[in-house]
């Protein structure tokens, strides 16, 4: 079993940054395929970006695509989540996540494994 500790959430202003981050324990994250989701107050958790065990494949949601890095360190055990250009929209608890399919998935349903969430407040 792997447990998970997100860090680096807060409140921004709108066109702002935050890089979240992920430090694992129990299990190396190699063995884990790693994602990142959030849920808005009222909203279902949503898929944000995930790696794979390698960090030769990513995939993100349309919707932070081109605004969001993810990236791992596999010594260090951690996985992190680069966010630019932060909109309102964006405003969310965002949670990381590990699963052991053999491939991305965006699907909170495949993730075994989750942290408890940093909160992200973008203002206007």
């Known amino acids: 079993q792997v447990q998970l500790v997100e860090s680096g959430g807060g409140l921004v202003q709108a066109g702002g940054s935050l890089r979240l981050s992920c430090a694992a324990s129990?299990?190396?994250?190699?063995?884990?395929?790693m994602g990142w989701f959030r849920q808005a107050p009222g909203k279902e958790r949503e898929f944000v970006a995930a790696?794979?065990?390698?960090?030769?494949?990513?995939l993100y949601s349309d919707s932070v695509k081109g605004r969001v890095t993810i990236s791992r360190d596999n010594a260090k055990n951690t996985v992190d989540l680069q966010m630019n250009s932060l909109e309102p929209e964006d405003t969310a608890v965002y949670y990381c996540?590990?699963?052991?399919?053999?491939?991305?998935?965006?699907?909170?349903?495949?993730?075994?494994?989750w942290g408890q969430g940093t909160q992200v407040t973008v203002s206007s």
């Open positions: 790696i794979s065990r390698a960090s030769g494949r990513t």
């Open positions: 129990g299990r190396t994250l190699s063995n884990y395929i």
């Open positions: 996540a590990a699963a052991i399919t053999l491939t991305i998935l965006p699907t909170s349903g495949d993730y075994r494994y």
